[in-house]
């Protein structure tokens, strides 16, 4: 009988301290990932685009309200490619700090040519891509074409 | 038109009349005009007053004194005032025409270079954003 009582009161006291493990445990493991998180953002190279950082940093009813001035199908637009920047893999990111500030320091109107040919590239295999691109190298300068090489991922 | 305030050549009819170098003619229909004009009238015996004024006459010596003074009193300014104050003066004009432009402003206007300015920035984001979107490095496999 003592015995069966011991176990009992052992039982009660272990049970709480158990239930308060369970408890206890996802917070601490969701502050752990948060940490993690944040680290690896902390990490992650920066957009190398400045406007589009400020928006980052920016509290999320300012966001919100930045937001709300694009029309809806602007905005979700918008929203996704933000998505897509944001869960952009490391080397990508860097291709990215390579290729965005070379194509800013185009004039407008050339910046608006490489887009319409990094468009056009983007809906051809790699090997069409690589034959487009040494068909146009007379239309495009050193400085263009290595955009447009590193955009299409055939560097030379 | 003979009338001094509304005659384009008024200032010169008037110093002509002053100095008496006005034909008779010039003269006489002036005279005529003052005596039916009260604000011509009024010019002239201003005018007249001015001619008579005489400056009393300085002591000896006057003008070797007021240039010493005028010298001791340039030596006095420090040599930090003499290098500050020349910029110091652009920059408060500045200052002040910037505080003009940017207070000086209907509430209206302000408001809307806020909107404006709001609305360009988030175009701006968007636009980078696509760019970036669109430079995005083309994997083999990541062909959209």
């Known amino acids: 009988m003592r015995f069966l009582f011991t176990i009992a009161v ?3 006291l272990a049970v709480p301290s158990v239930a308060q493990d369970n408890i206890l445990r996802p917070k601490a493991l969701r502050q752990q990932r948060l940490k993690q998180q944040k680290a690896q953002k902390q990490k992650m190279l920066p957009l190398p685009a400045p406007a589009v950082e400020r928006f980052l940093q920016m509290s999320p009813e300012d966001r919100e309200r930045a937001l709300a001035r694009l029309t809806p199908e602007r905005r979700q637009q918008v929203e996704e490619r933000l998505s897509r920047l944001e869960q952009l893999p490391a080397d990508q990111r860097q291709g990215l700090q390579d290729v965005y500030p070379a194509f800013m320091n185009l004039r407008p109107v050339r910046r608006q040519a490489v887009r319409q040919e990094i468009q056009l590239l983007r809906q051809l295999r790699p090997g069409e891509r690589r034959e487009r691109l040494n068909n146009n ?3 495009f300068s050193p400085e263009e074409m290595e955009i447009l090489r590193k955009v299409a991922g055939l560097p030379e | 038109m003979i009338c001094l305030s509304r005659n384009e ?5 008037l110093a002509s009349y002053l100095a008496r170098t006005l034909d008779t003619a010039a003269r006489a229909e002036l005279d005529g005009h003052f005596e039916t004009c009260t604000d011509c009238r009024g010019l002239v015996s201003v005018w007249e007053r001015l001619d008579e004024f005489k400056a009393p006459e300085v002591t000896p010596g006057f003008d070797a004194r007021l240039y010493a003074r005028i010298a001791a009193g340039e030596a006095r300014v420090s040599a930090w005032r003499r290098w500050l104050w020349p910029p110091v003066a652009p920059v408060a004009a500045a200052v002040a025409l910037a505080a003009l432009v940017l207070f000086i402003r ?5 408001k809307q270079s806020s909107l404006t300015s709001n609305n360009a920035e988030i175009e701006l984001v968007a636009q980078a954003v696509d760019d970036l979107d669109l430079l995005i490095p083309l994997a083999d496999t990541r062909d959209r």
């Open chain 1, 137 to 139: 190298a007379a239309d």
């Open chain 2, 106 to 110: 209907p509430p209206d206007a302000a």
């Open chain 2, 9 to 13: 050549q008024g200032a010169e009819l």
């Open chain 1, 10 to 12: 052992v039982v009660a």
